[in-house]
T-cell receptor, first 112, second 116 residues
Framework: SQTIHQWPATLVQPVGSPLSLECTVE??????LYWYRQAAGRGLQLLFY??????ISSEVPQNLSASRPQDRQFILSSKKLLLSDSGFYLC???????????FGSGTQLSVL | AQSVAQPEDQVNVAEGNPLTVKCTYS??????LFWYVQYPNRGLQFLLK??????LVKGSYGFEAEFNKSQTSFHLKKPSALVSDSALYFC??????????????FGKGTKLSVIP
């Protein structure tokens, strides 16, 4: 069966520090991969999606970037965190574009 | 552009009563519609989806949703609410027309509280 792993679960970082959040999927190949941000426990904002290795699409211009160095690995990064980067970050995958998403357990990021 | 609206921030229902969480959508083509549930500090879990076919879709944990094309709605329902159903519920839509079709657009969520 397929599983998605996302870590860390909680992260507290100072303003201006770098960020690296990692997400891996097991039990499938060539998944579509997504990064979402959820602010204040409510709506989800799509940040990045990827349909293959090295293929990254950005939905919102911001202080963050994403990379997909391997088929089942998706990384969210920042060189310098801002206070506004705080939130709950969710990684997700789907077998194809029109299938349901499977979500990771999320990372609560607090930038202080 | 595709969009989805959940008009109620919060829904309160007594245990054992039927519940409805509302969702309306807007797309250029045909909609792919989804419901997800989120428990505190957790990722979202898939409940059910409508792609095509029967307008009444049955999903996990006794939930169902009715697709109404004329009213552009996809309301989530359950005949008898449980306290354990208390959570945050998200409706989501994807447009099959190809415009922004990679993007699954989520509503802002509705907090369901089931009162014992």
């Amino acid at each position: 069966s397929q599983t998605i792993h996302q870590w860390p679960a909680t992260l507290v970082q100072p303003v201006g520090s770098p960020l690296s959040l990692e997400c891996t999927v097991e039990g499938t190949s060539n998944p579509n991969l997504y990064w979402y941000r959820q602010a204040a426990g409510r709506g989800l904002q799509l940040l990045f999606y990827s349909v293959g290795i090295g293929q990254i699409s950005s939905e919102v211009p911001q202080n963050l970037s994403a990379s997909r160095p391997q088929d089942r690995q998706f990384i969210l990064s920042s060189k310098k965190l801002l206070l506004s980067d705080s939130g709950f970050y969710l990684c997700a995958w789907s077998p194809t574009t029109y299938e349901k998403l499977f979500f990771g357990s999320g990372t609560q990021l607090s930038v202080l | 552009a595709q969009s989805v609206a959940q008009p109620e921030d919060q829904v309160n229902v007594a245990e054992g009563n039927p519940l409805t969480v509302k969702c309306t959508y807007s797309v250029s083509g045909n909609p792919y519609l989804f419901w997800y549930v989120q428990y505190p500090n957790r990722g979202l879990q898939f409940l059910l989806k409508y792609i095509t076919g029967d307008n009444l879709v049955k999903g996990s944990y006794g939930f169902e949703a009715e697709f109404n094309k004329s009213q552009t709605s996809f309301h989530l329902k359950k005949p008898s609410a449980l306290v354990s159903d208390s959570a945050l519920y998200f409706c989501a839509v994807r447009d099959d027309s190809g415009a922004g079709s990679y993007q699954l657009t989520f509503g802002k969520g509705t907090k369901l509280s089931v009162i014992p």
